[in-house]
């Protein structure tokens, strides 16, 4: 599944532009692996990685453009099957002898798009007019020597060519968003009918080779995990599990920062499905013992980020004795890296710089372990898949992100116990109530925030109360480096504030942050 195995990938070329990522996720989606480079990116270097097809990235809006990412020509020259995309497919126009006239006009956005003739093999079976999504300044203004224009759109006639002898193909538009009506179609014409490629690439092999390959590198030694509770940490656990059995163990830090039914989910539903030996360490006291007093958000993060080092630690400490006890060293600590981690903390010049917060809730740098990372090149939609197939209760599969470091970071103020657990009763009430209108699939998460160094006068019952504000923070987004408000039915919204007001003492409003991402990030801390 990755180079180094028999699977063999498309490869995707990053001109730096976001939709690198989303381009190799459709191609997976397609059924066939596929794997990000850099456009930095050698002739040489692609050759060695025997790709069965290259598909090129957009970017920015203009090759003529000073820096814009240059790509080697001579991987025209490989004769391996190549789809263009926007720049990417301006870059090939130039590359094989096509013009690029730089108009200095955008066509942006939702564009009607006209097909000539059947559309060969790339457009076929797709309307003669049809919907695409445009973001670009310079245009291709005559196609390459033995190359058919497919398409045009009112201001841009060479919006789409072929030439099928040579298996090159390139449009203008962008078909792995979903704005473009039949963008899936496009990519999969590309992938099963031009370049002959099979749909065979499912997460069932992918736990399969995993199994082997975890196993022929563990040997008999012993592995432990860190659990967070989260997606990620929870299948990467359950693959080795699955490789190795008890020579895992699984530690979980229950920092007193989970929400309700977290830490039950962890340690009943979780261990109940996958079997896991799991450790759990009590650590409230001691992380709320240091919150104390401390309000500022960096100074929380620090803090709560050091603590969980110390608690992973002090029992990795104790099971390295016993494991050594037992004639068998701890070797390796499972990690839940997946592939856009990968990919963003070094994926090469020109990768879009996609996530950048302060990974609190990471663990110590200079363990003595090796790493297992089974996830290392999977997207998230990958990973919950194998989730699933590793019976993994849909409740931790499905979850929806939230941040290492807990409700510490959704308190404004000082992080209390009582705070706690007032905030802990009104996000389990907003999570219940967006689950029971259907909406979990419509929002990338939704943080409710305690201002708990706000008050204000409210009427509750016979009489006059000074309670707290929550905020509701309902968002929608791709990849978290976005996001909009997202916005919810009126009465959800009303049927969350009444539960909140009646069944949770302490607060006595509720608000809605309509603020999108930028200015405003997604948590508040
Ligand atoms: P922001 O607030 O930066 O959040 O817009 C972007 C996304 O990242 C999540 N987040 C974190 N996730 N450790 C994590 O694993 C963290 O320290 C952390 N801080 C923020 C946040 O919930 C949102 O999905």
């Known amino acids: 599944m990755s180079t180094d195995t028999a699977q063999r990938p498309v490869l995707v070329v990053d001109f730096g532009a976001q939709y690198a990522q989303l381009i190799a996720r459709r191609v997976r989606e397609a059924g066939v692996f596929s794997e990000l480079v850099p456009h930095t990116i050698t002739a040489d270097e692609v050759a060695a990685k025997r790709p069965v097809a290259i598909i090129l990235s957009g970017g920015p809006s203009s090759v003529y453009a000073e820096g814009a990412p240059a790509f080697d020509p001579q991987v025209f020259s490989l004769g391996i099957p190549t789809l263009g995309i926007c720049y990417g497919f301006q870059v090939m126009a130039q590359a094989l ?3 690029v ?6 066509e942006y956005g939702a564009t009607d798009a006209t097909v000539a003739g059947d559309g060969g ?7 003669a007019s049809q919907n695409v999504w445009m973001s670009h300044g310079d245009s291709v203004a005559k196609a390459p020597e033995g190359y058919e224009v497919l398409a045009s759109t009112a201001s841009t006639p060479v919006a789409a060519f072929g030439n099928a002898e040579a298996c090159f193909y390139g ?7 979903k704005h473009s009506d039949h963008g899936q179609r496009v990519i999969e014409n590309f992938l099963h009918q031009a370049a002959g490629l099979p749909a065979d690439w499912t997460s069932g092999n992918v736990i399969e080779e995993q199994v082997a390959r975890i196993r022929e590198q563990v040997g008999s030694a012993r592995v432990i995990s860190a659990l967070s509770g989260g997606v990620d940490s929870a299948v990467s656990t359950a693959l080795v599990h699955r490789a190795i059995g008890d020579q895992l163990t699984a530690v979980f830090v229950d920092h007193g920062l989970l929400r309700q039914g977290e830490r039950e989910q962890v340690e009943k539903d979780y261990v109940e499905s996958t079997g896991v030996r799991l450790i759990t360490v009590d650590a409230e006291d001691t992380f709320l013992g240091h919150l104390a007093g401390v309000t500022d958000p960096e100074a929380k993060r620090k803090i709560i980020g050091r603590e969980f080092i110390r608690a992973f630690e002090k029992v990795q400490r104790d099971l390295v004795e016993e494991a050594k006890a037992e004639g068998e060293p701890i070797k390796f600590l499972v ?3 997946l592939y856009p981690d990968v990919v963003e903390s070094g994926g090469g010049s020109g990768t879009a710089n996609i996530k950048s917060h302060h990974n609190v809730g990471g663990l110590p740098e200079d363990l003595d372990f090796s790493l297992i990372e089974p996830l290392r090149t999977l997207f998230k939609d990958e990973v919950r898949q194998i989730g699933r197939e590793l019976g993994i209760p849909e409740a931790i599969v499905g979850r929806q992100p939230f941040p290492g470091p807990g409700l510490g970071i959704r308190i404004i ?3 209390t116990k009582d705070r706690l657990e007032t905030l802990r009763a009104a996000d389990a009430i907003a999570r219940a109530e967006l689950t ?5 699939q419509e929002i990338w998460q939704c943080p409710v925030v305690l201002l708990a160094d706000v008050r204000s006068v409210g009427v509750q019952g016979d009489g006059r109360t000074y309670g707290h504000p929550v905020v509701l ?3 929608s987004s791709e990849d978290a480096m976005t996001a909009d408000w997202t916005r919810l039915p009126y009465d959800v919204l009303a049927k969350i504030s009444n539960r909140i007001t009646n069944e949770v003492s302490e607060v006595n409003r509720v608000t809605l942050d309509v603020t999108s991402k930028p200015p405003a990030t997604i948590e508040w801390e």
């Open 97 to 99: 002898g096509g013009e």
């Open 335 to 337: 990690q839940g890296t």
């Open 101 to 106: 006239a730089h108009t200095g006009q955008r």
């Open 473 to 475: 923070r309902p968002v």
């Open 413 to 415: 103020g000082e992080v």
């Open 121 to 127: 093999v790339l457009l076929g079976g797709t309307p």
């Open 171 to 177: 449009v203008q538009w962008h078909p792995e968003v």
């Open 436 to 440: 029971a209108a259907g909406l979990d």
